[in-house]
């Protein structure tokens, strides 16, 4: 007893472990009393015991079992852990209680068991007893078979899986024992009640005695279905479903019984076999043998195999191929039959999998039904139906509609048989309308067909079809049949039973049926009994909800069927004969009136017409005999009427018979003819079209424009095709583009395109315009062909285009509007509303079959062993595929010649294949889903790779397919599991990474997603970083659709380590897991203007269930009418309505010092710095910590919500409150930004959309409250939106753009500056791009100074991205670098660093273009055309790009570099700048103006010191006083552009008064072209105001004379008139000129004073501007007045009058002229209207005008004229030169020449000439020299200068007599000297002189120059060693304000007689200049105190050995 006293001290769960029996029974006992005693199941009590329980079951002691099995039984029973301890504890049971003799215990241990179980634990408890079965005590195996099927009985088949226990249960059959074989009896049977036939399948096997006494078994079985009557704690609500019906005595509902039936599919059950193995190796051989026996063999073999019930996966390409040979080609018909059979049980055997092979098999099998012998027959039905359910109909419809039209008979009936076989397998959902259309059309003509069988066949498909989609789906399809086929049709509806017992969708119910299928989830979750009144109430609201256009869906079947029958018939009718078109008329008309029609006097005709539409207009609708009366308009002079009012009134009477009456297409026949006649007449015109939109709308717009469009290009009236062009434009915006014949109105259109007239070529690419709308980029692919030209045009018409959508339909046909109007709602999920959505339009399209050129050589070719002979094979494929542009799903063998490709060697030809893929993806489109199991699987195969660029290919691949496919057919079946079973980590992360990416766009998933779980299980553990990483991003995406509990439940299979790794990171994956994408409002159906509100109205039916307190967000959202019209919005009102009670307050709270006290936490480190590259938990709740003190709780709590819908509603209320509660927010600003962090990280688009909403609107707030970000609050953010600037969605990244140029207002741009360079070292391509861009834009906008920590650095980096393999990385940071260039100059070489050879070269060319690129733009472009960047992905970034494109200063870049007299002007900062595009538009805005009094402009303008800088400066911007001012002003001036009258004139009034002070007018020095532009859009807008009724006109008059006044005070200051530049002064001449030309400002009062006014102006714009750029432009609005022919042509007579007028002014300008310049618009002009057109024009005055200019210069400069043609290209095919040279020669008077040298200072005397004799000596001395070695480089500078000196001097004579090889070297040695000195000198001058090609810097005519130039020359130099430093620096190097008159003297230095050089020479100039610029700047860097002409004194030599060997560069690259 001693021993006992012991042990009874001790706790219990030490007794229950004691090596004493007794004490462990005493434990057992307490243990049990304790468990029964805890009320609590999450008690710790609970985890003392967890590891004890096992061996509560497994004592040694029997007494002591039973006792702990009772305590073990409870603590299973009671303890929430028990889960944890279920397999060592069930393990424990089968093998120590199962085989205990006592039958309680085994009682007890099945107890536990199915306890176990009933706690979610089933799969872990079927596993153990599983095992449990190969145990070899009977007795165990025997008592695990029954826990089995007692499980099965309580739980369900639905709780325990049956597929393993089914597994295996045969063997258990063929057990020894007789108890083992008896309880698999019991079993068998058990499982056999739960899923019936689906069990003999698994049974085939066993004894055939024992399967007899199962089948006997079997049928003893009531047939009543089993129910489930013990349930899973989960399932609680069913349990008392269950017990309430229990007491009741109730049945239960069927349903759930029918869903277990169905849900265990026999075939499930089965375990895969492998045959490829199995099949005969000479199979091959065999199966081409001669004998048909030995063919018979293999195929005998083959079928045995596929007999098989279940298949393992393989590669059965070459199998099927084989049989499909025998199948089309054996003449041997029983064979063929034999060939099917294999078919259909590989088919039967694969499922899905065979799915790949079926697109290959069904054209065979459908052209070998032309055999009539029933055993073929027969077997090839079976093949195709067993192949039909491995795909879907919509894979296999182009190959049934291939065959339709066969002429053998047999074919089509057996193709039609299959398509009824196949709808009766089908639902409405997998027969949508679009697949159901074309096979319809094909079945009707059948219908006529002349053989009865065929006849049949094609009824009883249709009937099929009606039954499956019901009547009112199939009806439209069928309006062109007569009643007694549609009875007939009919009747075959009756006949069809579809399987399963399924009711079609026929009548009412379907329409009824359909919304409940589809309502929302909260409905489809409530009970079953509740469901149906639910459903019914949800699917009335949303359709109550769309308005009044959705009535007619609730129309009963019959009333429908009535319609469209009728219908039928209007739609065409039977012609009438003459007679009784007259007889119908005279019914209706009267007889005067029916005379009258045809009466000779246009008077009687005129009477009898308007009687005529008297009639139409009074008659009921449905007794217009519409063909009758319009024979009757037909009758003669009909369409040929010569008087234009009777014509007009004929044409609206047509318009009205076809709206008021029941008009058909044979009516539209009659008098279509006429009005295509009459569409292009000015008259008649507009009635006309009016009558073909009334058409369009009764006989549908598709049909009617094909007709009018035939019609109008068979006839050669330009005019009619380009108004029916016009007309069709307008009508598919009116109609929509439903139904349009795409393909023949393109081939229209090519013809307009090609036509001479340009207005039916401007039509043509109209339409495209509007075509555009609908098709998208697929159009472009048409024109490919093009000329470059009209492409050009093209594009441009589409880039117009870009980012409009279709405007909603606002006429509809009418017959289709009432019953189309249920069908299209179907399907508006695609068609947007508009009609003809993305989808359907990729079906319109013309698609080419290619299967014909994938020969067997080209197979064999992609196949070759030599890589080459497989390229050239990949080459023609690519090539075959680009020709045919869109092809259709049949390609041939190419798919598997192509897959053997993407695991080729080499990797070039991979990629290449790749590429190729892509091709297909685009050409191929939705068709492409029958070869994703051959290529696209493969193609995820290739991500595993082990090269970066080929894994980059291979998921653009994937993209481009998925793009196409959608993601549904990806992740059907197993090979996705598959792929991420292959242990290869790129694979895996690129895949993972994918999936995360896709998966949250789904909104539903195949359920063979759940296959690959294992597999992600797997990824989380791999040793691979990445791939881990990878796997946890893409867990939350996993369980979005599959559910936690799913998921959770698969990790039962891992071991016990990982099993707690994955659970624990399920758990936090389940914090983050995303909601499913909200499905897409329905927008079918509606009738005009009802689109919009009808979409609303039907979302807030959603918003009502996923926001049950989200009321006031959807009336806000949707407005007033539509939200009054949810009545599903009614119910929960008055919740509503409580909770906005609580929201009331402020959202925000405004806590002192909070913020502050955030942020010195930060610093002390005593929170998390915002610092991470994924959001982590931690982050999270830091965030809702410091949230819920200053936010409302219910907005907190929005905000950290699970579902995005809160996302969207919580950031809606923080915009509505935005302004109301400024203040709060910001003081709240750092954590809203930081809650904004965590929205980057998100994967949907609608919450990212909201945020950047509102950001924009918080940044305006915070700009407009004079807010500036802290560095806390920006780097907690700007990190974060950066990662954005790279998302691949064009609008995400413009948004961010826009909020990237608002943060510049609230935080300086110099810090953003190095957030942006962190940017560049992204990973993502299009990050580092857009992060390059907007560097370049800060570099533009603000300067050098910008770069942090300093620009060298900066720039090094920046560089460094030039070598990027990314095209448009390079392209952006060469564009950077340009920016940096046009600011700095060449000193930008300096500032980059060293180079690669071939960047710096990329550089180089890059800067040229850039130049090139100024000097080629059109004068014509308009301020809003901005100058687009190199990259094109790029083209629309970036928040200061805007205003950088649209700086006044570039407005004419094609004369940037010729405007010698203009000064240079230091940039204006670019947020200051117009944004003419902004101004424009708006109407409403109105400003405050600031006072210009309160700047003290004096101050400005008087000179003050700075120290002097050691070393030139880098940036020659204004110093920051200088940068308010020019603020200021700009300001000022964006005011005059202000649509309100007072805003503009104040603005004026400002301008003038500063102009009018001399002292403070220069200020406006560099402002002039924008004041003119904004001047010229205020005369536009002020147009438009005179047309303004509403508008006074006394403050038009008003603003006009404003206008005119500061003009004329502008331009009364010659100094800054001279500013203009050329585009500008174009602009304003053509305004004032249209101003002088309108005729209702001399209507109004005053109005003759303001046209006087403008004369003045004028004339004071014509004398003072700068005179080259006045004639420029002059010349440039004569070109454009010319060629616009729809201008007025007395505009082009006043801009001629201009010009006579500068003619007269040339004898005084003529020194100050640019002569270059001039010529070269002349010869533009020239170009454009040559002599001959010129000549044409309906007046002379324009030649006589350009042929008086032209005399008038050469009579001014003589012969000396022909050296000013050097900016001319191709100058020898100009017409000017032989012009010029024919006055030249003509007028032999080379005064102009003599007198200019006489009268410059220090020019060439006549008298001064030497003799011949003297001459002679010098230059043979000269030559003697260059004949020397020692001294010919001297003689040639000789030679050079005496050149220069006496330019007419003739060489000839001395060089007659040498060889031709030192006349080449002289002239080359000449020109080496001119470019090496004209390049020097462009250098030193580069600050001050743009570059002009080959204009020769130095004086070419022995000018002496005036002092002031060589001073201004020494001035440069003095500057750029840093040893001046004046006030002239702080204003740009063009001149002081003080002296203005020193302005013209840059423009001095040059010559105004440049030489004129070849293109090697241009060359020649350009390295020069390169390589010299780039000395002088490595000089710069050794030395800084050099003297001016040290970058001079480079050695010739040096220079010409370095020029020699970068021009033999260049020539072998050029070679």
């Known amino acids: 007893m001693g021993d006992d006293s012991e042990w009874m001290k001790l706790p219990v769960d030490q007794k229950c472990e004691h090596k004493v029996w007794k004490a462990r029974l005493n434990g057992y006992e307490e243990a049990l009393k304790l468990f029964q005693r805890i009320q609590d199941e999450k008690s710790p009590e609970w985890g003392k015991y967890l590891g004890l329980i096992k061996k509560f079951v497994t004592d040694s002691n029997a007494v002591a079992q039973l ?365 949508p309308k679009s697949v159901l259309k074309p096979l319809c059309a094909a079945l009707i003509k059948q219908v006529n067909d002349s053989a009865s069988e065929v006849r049949d066949a094609a009824f009883e498909a249709l009937g099929t079809a009606m039954k499956v989609v019901g009547e009112k789906a199939v009806n439209p399809f069928l309006s062109d049949l007569d009643k007694l086929k549609l009875d007939k049709i009919k009747e075959c509806a009756d006949k069809v039973e579809l399987p399963g017992g399924r009711k079609g969708a026929s009548g009412g119910a379907a329409v009824e049926r359909k919304p409940a299928a589809k309502a929302p989830p909260p409905a489809a979750e409530a009970p079953k009994s509740a469901a149906p009144p639910k459903k019914t109430q949800t699917s009335a609201a949303c359709k109550s909800s769309s308005g009044p256009a959705k009535k007619g869906k609730s129309a009963s079947a019959a009333a429908g069927k009535t319609k469209k029958a009728s219908s039928s018939k209007e739609s065409t009718e039977t012609e009438l004969s003459a007679e009784a078109c007259e007889e119908l008329a005279a019914g209706v008309l009267p007889a005067s009136c029916l005379q009258q029609l045809d009466s000779t006097n246009w008077k009687e005709r005129l009477a009898s017409m308007e009687e005529f539409q008297r009639v139409v207009e009074t008659m009921d609708k449905a007794a217009i005999p519409c063909q009758a009366l319009v024979r009757m308009l037909a009758k003669k002079p009909g369409w040929k009427e010569t008087n234009f009012q009777v014509m007009q009134l004929k044409l609206h009477v047509v318009a009205l018979v076809a709206e008021r009456g029941q008009f058909s297409k044979t009516s539209a026949s009659v008098v279509l003819d006429g009005l295509v006649d009459k569409v292009g007449d000015v008259k008649c015109g507009g009635n006309a079209k009016e009558a073909l939109t009334a058409i369009g709308e009764a006989c549908s717009l598709p049909w009617t424009a094909e007709q009018v469009v035939s019609m109008a290009f068979s006839q050669k009236n330009p005019k009619n095709q380009a108004e029916t062009l016009t007309w069709l434009a307008s009508a598919m915006k009116e109609f929509g583009f439903t139904g349009i014949n795409v393909k023949g109105f393109i081939n229209n259109v090519k013809t307009a395109l090609g036509a001479t007239n340009p207005a039916v070529r401007t039509a043509a690419i109209t339409l495209l315009g509007v075509m555009y709308l609908y098709m998208g980029p697929p159009l472009r692919m048409f024109f490919e062909d093009e000329k470059p030209a009209l492409l050009a045009q093209i594009d441009s018409e589409f880039e117009k285009m870009q980012g409009q959508s279709p405007p909603a339909p606002s006429r509809f046909t009418k017959k289709a509007a ?44 992609i196949g070759d062993k030599n890589w080459k002979i497989r390229k050239e094979g990949l080459d023609e494929a690519a090539a075959i595929i680009s020709e045919a542009k869109f092809i259709t799903a049949n390609i041939g063998d190419l798919p598997l010649a192509i897959k053997g490709r993407l695991g080729d060697s080499n990797k070039i030809l991979v990629q290449q294949t790749l590429s190729i893929l892509q091709q297909l993806a685009a050409a191929m489109g939705p068709g492409l889903k029958q070869h994703i199991r051959v290529l696209g699987f493969p193609v995820i195969t290739v991500l595993g790779d082990s090269k970066p660029n080929v894994r980059t290919a291979a998921m653009t691949t994937l993209q481009a397919w998925v793009e196409q496919t959608g993601m549904k057919d990806w992740l059907e079946g197993e090979d996705m599991s598959e792929e991420l079973k292959r242990e290869n980590p790129f694979l895996r992360q690129e895949l993972l990474g994918w999936l995360a990416e896709k998966l949250p766009t789904l909104r539903t998933v195949p359920g063979d997603l759940m296959l690959c779980v294992p597999q992600l299980y797997t990824c989380l553990e791999d040793r691979n970083g990445d791939v881990r990483k990878k796997a946890q991003d893409a867990l939350p995406t996993f369980m979005m659709h599959l559910g936690f509990d799913k998921m959770s439940k698969a990790t039962s299979k891992l071991k016990p380590a990982s099993k707690d790794q994955v659970v624990a990171m399920l758990e936090k994956a389940r914090a983050v897991m995303p909601a499913k994408p909200a499905a897409p409002a329905k927008t079918g159906g509606k009738g005009p203007a009802e689109s919009a509100r009808a979409s609303s109205a039907s979302r807030c039916a959603a918003a009502s269930e996923d926001l049950p307190d989200g009321k006031p967000e959807a009336k806000k959202v949707r407005g007033g009418p539509a939200a009054k019209k949810c009545p599903a919005g009614k119910k929960p009102a008055a919740k509503g309505l409580k909770d906005d009670e609580d929201k009331s307050g402020p959202i925000f709270i405004l806590v002192p010092n909070a913020k502050e006290q955030r942020i010195k936490e930060e610093k002390q480190l005593k929170i998390l710095k915002w610092n991470f590259i994924t959001p982590r938990d931690e982050y999270v709740e830091q965030l809702k910590t410091q949230m819920s003190t200053c936010f409302a709780k219910w907005l907190q709590d929005e905000l950290f919500h699970f579902d995005f819908q809160r996302h969207v509603k919580a950031i809606g209320v923080m915009m509505e409150r935005l302004e109301s509660e400024s203040d709060a927010t910001i003081s709240c600003l750092d954590l809203i930004l930081k809650w904004f962090t965590f929205r980057f990280f998100d994967t949907n688009t ?122 448009s990385v390079r392209n952006a940071a060469l564009n950077t670098v340009v920016a940096v260039y046009n600011v700095c100059g060449d000193q930008v070489y300096k500032l980059i660093g060293n180079l690669s050879e071939k960047d710096m070269s990329m550089l180089e060319e890059r800067i040229k273009r850039s130049a090139k690129k100024a000097a080629a733009a059109p004068p014509k472009q308009a301020p809003a055309d901005r100058p687009q960047r190199e990259n094109p992905t790029n ?240 010349l440039v609005l004569l070109q454009d007045t010319l060629v616009s022919t729809a201008g007025s042509p007395t505009v082009s007579e006043l801009v001629m009058k201009c010009l006579w007028r500068m003619i007269r002014f040339l004898p005084e300008t003529i020194n100050s002229l640019n002569l270059d310049r001039i010529l070269l618009d002349v010869h533009n002009f020239m170009k454009v209207f040559p002599k001959e057109k010129l000549k044409q024009l309906n007046s002379d005055v324009p030649h006589r005008t350009l042929k008086t200019l032209l005399h008038t210069l050469c009579k001014l400069t003589g012969a000396k004229i022909l050296d000013h043609l050097s900016m001319i290209e191709n100058r020898n095919e100009s017409e000017l030169e032989a012009h010029l040279r024919r006055v030249v020669k003509h007028s032999g008077n080379l005064s102009g020449l003599k007198r200019d040298r006489g009268n410059e200072k220090g020019g060439l005397r006549t008298d001064d000439r030497m003799s011949k004799a003297k001459v002679s000596d010098i230059l043979s001395e000269i030559f003697k020299k260059i004949g020397s070695k020692e001294n010919t480089q001297e003689g040639l500078t000789e030679l050079y200068e005496y050149k220069q000196k006496y330019s007419d001097v003739d060489l000839a ?163």
């Open 67 to 431: 006792k702990g099995l009772e305590a073990a039984l409870a603590f299973v029973d009671n303890a929430h852990v028990a889960g944890k301890t279920t397999g060592e504890v069930v393990s424990g049971v089968v093998t120590k209680v199962f085989n205990q003799p006592k039958a309680r215990a085994k009682e007890l241990g099945m107890d536990i068991c199915l306890t176990y179980i009933e706690i979610e634990k089933a799969e872990v408890v079927q596993d153990e007893l599983l095992k449990g079965l190969d145990n070899k005590n009977p007795k165990i195996v025997v008592s695990c078979i029954e826990t089995l099927r007692k499980a099965l009985s309580e739980f369900g088949s639905k709780i325990v899986l049956l597929k393993p226990v089914v597994k295996v249960l045969p063997k258990q059959f063929e057990s020894r024992e007789k108890a083992v074989r008896d309880e698999a009896k019991l079993l068998a049977v058990e499982i056999y009640r739960w899923i019936r036939d689906a069990l003999r399948p698994s049974l085939q096997n066993i004894n055939s005695v024992q399967l007899k006494e199962l089948e006997e078994e079997w049928v003893k079985l009531p047939p009543a279905p089993p129910k489930q009557t013990r349930f899973l704690r989960s399932q609680q609500d069913l349990k008392a479903k269950f017990e309430q019906q229990q007491a009741q005595g109730e049945p239960s509902d069927g349903e759930d019984e029918e869903d277990t039936a169905a849900a265990v599919d026999a075939y499930e059950l089965l375990e895969p076999v492998e045959i490829l193995s199995k099949v005969p190796k000479d199979f091959y051989e065999k199966i081409e043998a001669k004998k048909w026996q030995e063919r018979k063999e293999a195929l005998e073999a083959v079928e045995v195999l596929a007999k098989n019930p279940k298949l393992e996966n393989g590669d059965y390409g070459d199998l099927v191929r084989a049989l499909k040979k025998v199948v089309g080609k054996d003449a041997n018909v029983m064979l063929v039959s034999l060939a099917a059979k294999c078919l259909a049980g590989l088919a039967t055997g694969l499922r899905k999998k065979f799915g790949t092979y079926a697109g290959q098999v069904v054209p065979t099998i459908l052209e070998k039904f032309k055999e009539k012998k029933l055993q073929v027959v027969q077997a090839l039905q079976e093949a195709i139906d067993a192949i039909f359910l491995t795909t879907t109909l919509q894979n296999l419809s182009e190959d049934v509609l291939a065959v339709m039209d066969n002429k053998n008979p047999s074919i089509k009936q057996q193709a039609s048989l299959f398509l009824a076989r196949s709808f009766r397998l089908c639902t409405p959902a997998t027969l």
């Open 818 to 861: 009432a019953e189309e109007e249920g069908d299209e709602g179907e399907e508006q999920d695609e068609d947007g509303g508009g009609g003809g959505g993305g989808q359907d339009i990729m079906d319109l399209l013309p698609r080419t079959d290619i299967s014909d050129k994938i020969t067997p050589d080209l197979v064999s070719k």
């Open 1246 to 1367: 609608t919450v990212l959309m909201k945020v950047l909403e509102y950001l924009k609107l918080l940044f305006t707030m915070l700009n407009r409250e004079n807010y500036h970000l802290t560095e806390y609050e920006a780097n907690s953010f700007i990190p974060y939106l950066l990662l954005k600037v790279g998302e691949s969605k064009d609008v995400v990244r413009k948004d961010v753009r826009a909020i990237l140029a608002m943060l510049c207002k609230v935080y300086p741009a110099s810090k953003i500056f190095p957030f942006l360079m962190e940017g560049t070292k992204s990973k993502n391509s299009k990050q580092r791009a857009e992060c390059l861009e907007e560097l370049g834009c800060l570099i533009e906008g603000y300067g050098m100074n910008v770069c942090q920590p300093t620009p060298a650095k900066s720039l090094k980096e920046i560089a460094v991205h030039i070598g990027d393999r990314d095209t």
């Open 1435 to 1674: 083209s629309t970034a970036t928040f200061l790009r805007k205003p950088a494109q649209e700086d006044p200063n570039k407005l004419n870049q094609s004369r940037q570099n010729a405007q010698h007299s203009e000064p240079s002007h230091p940039s204006i900062p670019k947020e200051f700048q117009l944004d003419l595009d902004m101004i424009e538009t708006d109407q409403n805005r109105v400003c405050e103006l600031p006072d210009l009094v309160q700047h003290k402009l004096d101050e400005l303008l008087e000179p003050f010191m700075i120290p002097k800088p050691k070393i030139r400066p880098i940036s020659p911007h204004f110093d920051e006083l200088h940068n308010s001012t020019a603020s200021t002003i700009n300001f000022v001036i964006s005011q005059v552009a202000s649509s309100d009258i007072g805003t503009s004139i104040q603005a004026l009034a400002q301008i003038d008064e500063v102009l009018r002070q001399e002292d403070k007018a220069d200020v406006m020095s560099g402002h002039i072209d924008q004041l003119l532009i904004v001047t010229i859009m205020q005369l536009r807008f002020n147009s438009t105001h005179l047309a303004d009724e509403r508008v006074d006109k006394r403050d038009v008059i008003k603003l006009y004379s404003c206008i005119i006044g500061s003009l004329l005070s502008l331009f009364s200051m010659e100094t800054l008139a001279r500013e203009a530049s050329m585009g500008v002064l174009k602009d304003l001449m053509h305004g004032l000129i249209t101003l002088m030309l309108d005729s209702r400002v001399e209507d109004v009062e005053d109005g003759t004073q303001v046209i006087r006014s403008v004369n003045l102006l004028v004339i004071r714009v014509l004398e003072h501007s700068d005179q080259t750029n006045m004639i420029s432009a002059l």
């Open 1853 to 2015: 004579p001395f060089l007659k007599n040498t060889s031709q090889f030192f006349q080449n070297y002289v002239e080359r040695g000449l020109r080496l000297i001119e470019s090496e000195r004209e390049g020097k000198t462009r250098i030193q001058n580069s600050t001050v002189i743009p570059q002009h090609g080959v204009e020769s810097i130095l004086s070419s005519n022995n000018e002496e120059l005036k002092p002031a130039v060589y001073y201004e020359r020494l001035q440069i130099l003095r500057q750029r060693q840093g040893l001046e430093n004046t006030a002239r620096q702080q204003q740009g190097l063009g001149g002081s304000s003080d002296e203005p008159q020193q302005r013209p003297a840059i423009s001095s230095l040059l010559s105004p007689k440049p030489s004129v050089a070849s293109s090697t020479d241009m060359l020649h100039s350009k390295l020069s200049q390169l390589k010299e610029s780039r000395e002088l700047h490595q000089q710069e860097l050794n030395t800084h105190s050099n003297s001016p002409t040290h970058t001079r004194s480079t050695s010739p030599a040096g220079n010409l050995d370095d020029l020699k060997k970068r021009l033999e560069r260049i020539k072998s690259k050029r070679q």
